[in-house]
Structures are given as structure tokens and as C-alpha cells.
């Protein structure tokens, strides 16, 4: 069927819109999925989408910041498949906020579901991996917002150079048991979390969502955003096997945004 043939792959955040272009562009590959989201109706869409191009999904509606809820999931993709081989840490949220309007508890709301999730699965899901001696491929969400400045949203910048340096020191530390680790730095991506984002700045900065629009593509040098899907692909890519000595990488797409 594909690259990605009975490999077993955990997908965090599969009812969002990268989520979902993940969990099905591994899933035409011929990947079994175990998904997860808090959306219950958006999760059970990817699944049944997941499911009509022949593989094995399976949906768990969990929140991420309940540990024992990312245990149960680990536990659950065991004993279904009895092995994980990749690990796509998706789930994530972003805000928009002024610099000093960010309150303590929204900073450390941001930082719980897009570093501390993510950390938690990593360790989780090597501990399995180490185990079974089969290496594998984890990929986390990070942004180009986590390589650059982000004056509206400091918290969600923050929260994903963390995500960047998290990426880097597990590589490290795993790359003897042949696991490789590498985040995605996206630009800006066509999806509800962008759509929400639009919503916000347009409120704030009194500016039609239409000119907030027009405004990202001309900062974006290929002119356009991208497609969830143009994400999936680099995904897919880094969680087979074509990707094999790459670790430790936080690799843009991004239309050339951040180039320098
Ligand atoms: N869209 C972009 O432009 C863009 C750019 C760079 C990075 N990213 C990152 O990509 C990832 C996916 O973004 P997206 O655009 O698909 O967003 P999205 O909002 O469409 O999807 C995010 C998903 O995460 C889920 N989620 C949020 N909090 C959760 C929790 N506590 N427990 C379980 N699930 C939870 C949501 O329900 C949602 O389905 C995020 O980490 C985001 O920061 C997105």
C-alpha cells in the first residue's frame, strides 16, 4: 500500500486541521492509527476518514493535560497493536494576546498542552520504543513563530522554541536507541486554529479579516499560505523510513517566511 505499510503511528490533535491531513496522509500510506483529540466530533470524523482508506484507526477523546489519560493511550495502542513506531505530538493551542496583557495562568496554559504534553508523550512513547528495539520516529509541532518574534502571541512564540530545544535534547538522548526526533516549523497554515487566529487580530488591530488575509500574503514570499496537506507530506516523509539519519531537525515550511 504505501511507505508506512503496518506501521503503528499516535496522533495527538487528529480532529484539528493538521491532525487530520497527518493522520490520513499515513493512513493512504499504510499506516494503522491510534488518535486522539478533545473534539469528540471532529476526532470520530478523522477516524472514519482514517478507516475508509483500509487501515486500523482508532479514536480516544482524551484532554492532554490529564496524564493518566496519556498513559491509558500508550497503554491501549499496546495491547491493540502491541507496538508504536511513530509518534506525531499535533495537539496544540494558540492566542492572541498583548504583550502585557498575557495573565500567568494563560502562559501556563500554553505552555501545559504545547511543551509539557508533548515532553510527556515523548518519554512515554521512547520508553515503549526502547523496549521493543525497533527505533523510531517522533515528530513534534513547533512553528516559525518559535524561531522568530511574536509580539501578539509571546506565550504561543515561547511555548514553541520550547517545543524546538525539547526536540533537539530528546534526539540526543535517544538517537542511541536509533529514535529519532524532529519538529515541523510551519508558516501559516490554513486551518480553524488560523481561522480563529484571523478572528482575534482583526478584533484587536480593528482591521478587516479580509486585509489581515492580504497582509500575510505579502509577507509570505511564495504568496500564499499553505495547505494542511503540504504539511502531511513532510510528516509522512520524517516518519519513514527515507528519513532514516535525520534527527534533531526543526525544519520549515513555510513559503519562505523565515529564510535569512
Ligand atoms: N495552522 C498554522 O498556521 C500553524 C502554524 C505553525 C504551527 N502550527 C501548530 O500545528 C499544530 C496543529 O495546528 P492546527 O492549525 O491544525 O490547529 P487546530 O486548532 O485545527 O488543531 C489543533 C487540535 O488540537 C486539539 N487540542 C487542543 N487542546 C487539546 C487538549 N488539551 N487535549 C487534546 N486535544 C487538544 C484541538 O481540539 C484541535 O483539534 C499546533 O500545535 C499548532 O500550534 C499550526
Redesign the pocket.
Known amino acids: 500500500m504505501g511507505n508506512l505499510d503496518g506501521r503503528v503511528c499516535l496522533v ?8 487530520r491531513s497527518i493522520s490520513l496522509k499515513l493512513a493512504s500510506q499504510g499506516a494503522n492509527l491510534v488518535l ?4 469528540e466530533e ?1 476526532l470520530n470524523d478523522t477516524v472514519q476518514q482514517c478507516c475508509e482508506l483500509g487501515v486500523s484507526a482508532s479514536g480516544y477523546r ?4 490529564d496524564s493518566t489519560a496519556l498513559e491509558y493511550v500508550v497503554e491501549q495502542t499496546k495491547s491493540q497493536f502491541q507496538k508504536i513506531d511513530v509518534l506525531a505530538n ?5 492566542e492572541t494576546r498583548s504583550f502585557l496583557e498575557i495573565k500567568a495562568d494563560e502562559w501556563n496554559r500554553m505552555f501545559a ?2 511543551v509539557t ?1 508533548t515532553f510527556q508523550l515523548i518519554q512515554l512513547v521512547a520508553k515503549e520504543m526502547i523496549e521493543q528495539g525497533n527505533g523510531g520516529s517522533i515528530i513534534n ?5 518559535g524561531r522568530l518574534h511574536r509580539p501578539m502571541a509571546a506565550h ?1 512564540a515561547a511555548s ?1 522554541a520550547a517545543v524546538i530545544s525539547l526536540t533537539r535534547s530528546a534526539a540526543v538522548a535517544l538517537a542511541p536507541s536509533n529514535i529519532r526526533v524532529n519538529a515541523l ?10 481561522q ?1 487566529v484571523r478572528e482575534s487580530r482583526s478584533e484587536l488591530l480593528d482591521i478587516s479579516q479580509d486585509d489581515i488575509q492580504k497582509h500575510w500574503e505579502r509577507i509570505i514570499p511564495m504568496g500564499r499560505l499553505a495547505s ?1 496537506d503540504e504539511v502531511a507530506d513532510l510528516a509522512a516523509f520524517l516518519a519513514s523510513d527515507a528519513a532514516r539519519y535525520i534527527t534533531g531537525e526543526a525544519i520549515g515550511i513555510n513559503g519562505g517566511t523565515d529564510a535569512s
Open positions: 495527538t490533535g487528529a480532529g484539528g486541521g493538521i491532525g486522539t483529540d478533545i473534539n471532529q482524551i484532554d492532554l493535560t499535533v495537539a496544540g493551542i494558540m498542552i504545547n504534553t509541532l513547533s512553528s516559525t513563530a504561543y514553541k516549523c510551519p508558516g501559516i497554515i490554513d486551518t480553524p486554529m488560523i480563529q494542511p
